[in-house]
């Protein structure tokens, strides 16, 4: 049997997915790949959509309203759900048997949360690591040392 496996590696801003990765052999590979690119934004342009003012309950002044969280952080959860849900429907079609994620550690955590349980089923090994920006050959032996020679 033929196990396919796929390794995940994800920051708030990026990710890609490496489809039919053969961690057990040590030559070179060249998986499909897909990427996911968030639209980075600076902060000032996330808030440049400013919540506005308000009018003071007493007297007649006005302040600025406040942001209420991190908008950069808000940005990075929106990316992440959007990664998590394209691979949970990999996940229901059985595109693959085997997940390793490899994630920056707040990205990790948000993807914990996100998967769904068949994806975290498959999931076979989480790095709290972020080789998101790690050439696809580095990406690889990373992963297999990790898991292989720990």
């Known amino acids: 049997m033929n196990s396919t496996t796929w390794i995940l590696a994800a920051d708030g801003n990026q990710a890609r997915l490496l489809k039919g990765v053969n ?3 040590d030559t070179p590979q060249s998986p499909e790949q897909e990427v996911f690119r968030s ?5 000032q342009d996330i808030m440049a959509d400013k919540p506005g003012r308000s009018h003071s309950s007493a007297g007649q002044g006005r302040s600025a309203m406040e942001y209420s969280s991190d908008p950069v952080r808000e940005e990075q959860q929106k ?4 990664v998590a849900s394209r691979v949970d429907g990999y996940a229901a079609e059985g595109a693959f048997d085997r997940l390793v994620v490899c994630a920056a550690p707040q990205t990790l955590g948000d993807l ?3 998967l769904s349980a068949r994806t975290r089923d498959k999931t076979m090994a989480e ?3 972020d080789f998101s920006n790690l050439p696809t ?3 690889i032996s990373s992963v297999r ?3 292989f020679d720990a």
């Open 23 to 25: 961690l057990l052999k």
């Open 137 to 139: 050959e580095k990406l």
């Open 145 to 147: 040392s990790i898991m």
């Open 79 to 82: 990316f992440t759900s959007a």
């Open 112 to 114: 914990r949360s996100m």
């Open 127 to 129: 790095i709290s690591k």
């Open 39 to 43: 639209e980075t934004k600076k902060v």
